[in-house]
């Protein structure tokens, strides 16, 4: 306010003729109008006093940001979405294997091999779990909230109908083995048939709501996070865009106040403000390498994004085998509303014959074609565990499941790999309290000096 | 892009305090797979008199040929001796894998087992001799609403699928060719199942009435859906590919009811012990009880069991000029005739045997008439 005061008061006196000024007489006009001049050039000083702190404060600021954005929370972002991304991918295909071990009971007869309950079980509390980790990762987004409980609230009417099928196939085998020993009332095991029925019904509906509605869900929310990794680099963009013109405008501002100065006051540089610009050309170039790393990142960022898109692929070609596996077990457990060619043509389907011509041709040789002559027990022995069809089956399973395997451990290098760009923040906000420093000392000093010269 | 963006609108509903608060998605229990609720009808009605007239030529005809004892067991050497040429890759039979005590998949044996299977069985061993039976029958399982059209594909020689004799599967449609159906092996009727609610023990459901407006669920294509929508009451008809899927619907709540033949209600009720047909009788009006052996019948509908043929030219060929088909399907009524009729020193003929092993408390009077055409649907 004092400041105010003066400069008021020294505009008055100038006013009045006093004009003993040095360095400044050539832009004092004497027709009257002469006062509104100088008082143009102490205006001007003082806005460019300004400029140079707001640019300086921007800077500053600007860069702190655009260093919080990219770190920690930006790398914590890639980390949570590649964690998403992966246990979507996870759960997507424990549900595959535990729809693939349940419907295996349809074929096993009076004695089910122990694994196949075991491995429904292990892969649905995998299921279980992952969700939970899930569900803690899912922070306020409310987008990736509705894929979760999409999920979540579905599964368990999946886990219900095949607990629901599962008591009653079991309770059925129990009791006919029971009959059979007894040599009991053949009306009861007819009973006992029939709940076993009822709980291959169970089966087909579960599977059916599985591949139609669960599946689904898992495969929007894994192809959500799949694109959100893809955009994660975009978002720091925005930061850069006003960081960096600001920077720029600091150095230009810096420089026409100079040579607004040097040409005004035909002296040499003014030495405050070369210091400050000297420290924002620092900035400059921390910027640019910083931009450099940014780049790189990105450039990771896609990489990532495409491993993913082909581990997605891969866990889709795995996801509809086991689907045609889960089908067949269908068809031959008797519970079906597919025809046999009906079957065969979405087999081929989603098995990709031109890729998997052997594991065709086995369907072919060891399915299809018994089927076909109505040899459906000795189907059912090639698609058992061990059987000639289900070996087949593994072995092409196998080499896909490594695939993925490999391809995980991969991606999960990639992401360790991210160099985000480099810590600037920092150094940023110490360089421009310098070039502040700088400047208010050394060039405001000087241009106090030389408003001082007015008052 | 996208998330700038989607991060400014956020920011600016939080500010204006409008932000949507999040909402968990409704998630329902699920149908079965291929349920429709409210189908469109399905072609029904009587025969027409072009038709009906043909039919009972053939009929005639047919009763003529089984009449005469002579002929016949010279028509059943001279046929066996054909089919076993013909059928050089056995009998392919199509039926279902799901309908207990009908025809069902045993999951414990892997065998197919019920009245049916027993019934084809004597035709196949009257063709290829009991030993060869079992091996020279091929059985496919095609869903009911596709038998028809896999019958015209030749994808198999019969089928045996519950398929209750009507003029409208006689005649076909603009798409598809009618079949030729061989003399009735089960008279049944129409009624419907209901829940019993585990704590009274009793159904909800007593009658018919108590279904006024209420979801009722039968098997795509059958005639049981149309007959549903002729019962007074506005009942909503919900149709499963599969029977047995309408138990899974009726146990989750989705309907209230399954109509179909008492017979394939039987085996239902084996799957779930917490079901019961209707029991009270029904008005005069729409009760159905000539085949039934109870007077006040729970039936609203009745009609046989046949099993259906290709029929190839809608016409029926000269005696000696028969097709395949046509040979099946006489040599198929004389083997029905056969075992329907007593055994010598036995109580009963193997029809009956068949019928007490699987349908002991199925309420049909016996074995099967063979209808006149004009007493079919």
């Known amino acids: 306010m004092a400041f105010l005061w003066k400069a008021t008061r020294s505009l008055r006196r100038l006013s009045a003729g006093d ?39 921007g800077v500053g600021v600007t860069g702190v940001f655009a260093d919080n954005a990219l770190y920690p929370e930006g790398r914590e972002q890639v980390r949570t979405v590649a ?9 997507y295909e424990s549900l595959t294997i535990a729809d693939k071990s349940a419907t295996g009971h349809l074929l096993v007869g009076s004695k ?46 999946y886990t219900n109908m095949m607990g629901e099928a599962r008591g009653l196939v079991d309770g059925a085998r129990k009791t006919i083995a029971l009959m059979k020993a007894e040599k009991a009332d053949s009306k ?62 600091g150095l230009g501002g810096l420089a026409w106040i100079q040579w607004s100065l040097a040409h005004r006051t035909h002296r ?26 940014w780049s790189e990142a990105e450039n990771k960022f896609v990489e990532i994004g495409k491993e993913l898109t082909r581990q997605g692929d891969l866990i889709d070609t795995e996801r509809k085998m086991l689907d045609a596996s889960a089908d067949i077990n269908l068809l031959l457990g008797g519970a079906s509303p597919l025809t046999l060619n009906e079957f065969k043509g979405r087999f081929e389907k989603n098995i990709y014959c031109f890729k998997q011509k052997s594991l065709c041709d086995a369907y072919n040789d060891f399915i299809y074609e018994p089927m076909n002559k109505g040899k459906s027990g000795r189907a059912a022995t090639a698609a058992l565990p061990g059987g000639k069809f289900a070996q087949k089956f593994d072995a092409a399973n196998k080499s896909n499941f490594e695939e993925i395997k490999t391809r995980a451990g991969r991606i999960e290098l990639r992401v360790g790999e991210v160099s985000l760009p480099s810590l600037i923040g920092l150094p940023i906000a110490l360089l421009c309290s310098c070039a502040a420093v700088c400047a208010v000392v050394c060039a405001g000093l000087g241009f106090w000096i030389r408003i001082k010269e007015y008052l | 892009m996208k998330k700038p963006a989607a991060a400014l609108t956020m920011l600016a509903l939080v500010a204006s305090g409008c932000a949507a608060p999040y909402q968990p998605p409704q998630i329902t229990l699920p149908t079965p797979p291929g349920v429709s609720i409210e189908p469109a009808p399905i072609l029904s ?26 002929l016949r067991e010279k028509l059943k050497r001279d046929l066996r001796q054909d089919l076993r040429q013909e059928l050089k890759e056995g009998l392919k039979v199509g039926i279902s894998q799901s309908t207990p005590r009908m025809s069902f998949r045993n999951p414990y044996t892997g065998e197919f087992e019920g009245f049916e299977i027993d019934m084809v069985m004597e035709i196949a061993k009257a063709i290829f001799g009991p030993k060869n039976a079992r091996d020279r029958i091929v059985f496919f399982v095609v869903p009911f609403a596709e038998g028809i059209k896999r019958l015209n594909e030749d994808a198999v020689d019969v089928l045996a699928e519950s398929m209750t004799i009507t003029c409208a599967r006689k005649e076909g449609t603009k798409d598809e060719k009618g079949v030729a159906f061989s003399v009735g092996y089960l008279d049944t009727g129409q009624t419907m199942l209901v829940r019993t609610e585990p704590v009274r023990t009793e159904p909800q459901y007593k009658s018919i009435n108590d279904l006024q407006g209420r979801q009722v669920c039968s098997g795509e294509g059958t005639v049981s859906i149309e007959r549903v929508r002729e019962l007074p009451g506005n009942m ?19 309907v209230e009811a399954i109509s179909s033949d008492e017979s394939i209600l039987l ?66 009524d004389i083997v029905l005739e056969d075992i329907k009729r007593k055994r010598k020193r036995k109580r009963n003929g193997r029809w009956q045997e068949i019928h007490d092993k699987w349908l002991w408390e199925h309420s049909d009077k016996g074995p099967p008439s063979d209808p006149r055409p004009e007493e079919h649907e």
């Not at chain 1, 400050?276 to 921390?286: E, F, N, S």
């Not at chain 2, 009587?46 to 009449?67: H, T």
């Open chain 1, 19 to 57: 004009t003993g000024l040095y360095g400044f007489a050539d832009c004092v006009d004497d027709d009257g109008g002469g006062h509104i001049r100088v008082r143009h050039t102490r205006t001007r000083l003082l806005l460019q006093a300004l400029l140079v702190t707001v640019l300086l404060v």
């Open chain 1, 112 to 157: 089910p091999p122990e694994t196949l309950w075991r491995r429904y079980d292990n892969a649905s509390d995998q299921v279980a779990k992952r969700l939970v980790g899930v569900a803690n990762l899912m922070g306020g987004d409310t987008s990736r909230a509705t894929d979760i409980a999409n999920i979540v609230l579905r599964f368990p009417l």
């Open chain 1, 268 to 293: 040499s540089l003014n030495c405050g403000l070369l210091g400050a610009t000297v420290l924002m050309v620092v900035m400059l170039g921390m910027t640019a390498l910083s931009l450099w790393d």
């Open chain 2, 45 to 70: 009605g009587k025969c027409n008199f072009s038709s009906l007239q043909e039919e009972r030529d053939r009929w005639n005809l047919r009763q003529d040929l089984r009449s005469d004892p002579r």
């Open chain 2, 236 to 254: 909503v008809p919900v149709t499963a590919p599969v029977t047995s899927d309408c138990l899974l619907m009726l146990r989750q709540r989705q």
């Open chain 1, 188 to 249: 009861k095991e007819k009973s006992a048939v029939g709940q076993a029925l009822l709980g291959a019904a169970y089966m087909r509906q579960a599977s059916s709501y599985l591949q139609k509605e669960l599946l689904p869900a898992v495969m929007k929310f894994r192809d959500h996070e799949t694109d959100n990794l893809r955009d994660a680099a975009g978002t720091d963009f925005w930061t850069w865009v006003i960081h960096l013109p600001l920077l720029l405008a």
């Open chain 1, 83 to 91: 964690r998403l991304s992966r246990e979507a991918q996870a759960i």
């Open chain 2, 267 to 332: 085996g239902l009720k084996d799957m779930d012990n917490n079901t019961e047909l209707l029991n009270n009788p029904l008005p005069t009006n729409i009760r159905k009880c000539d085949r039934n052996k109870k007077s006040e019948c729970t039936w609203f509908a009745s009609g046989s069991y046949g099993f259906a043929f290709r029929n190839v030219d809608g016409k029926w060929n000269r005696y000696g000029k028969w097709n395949r088909y046509e040979k099946l399907l006489i040599f198929t």
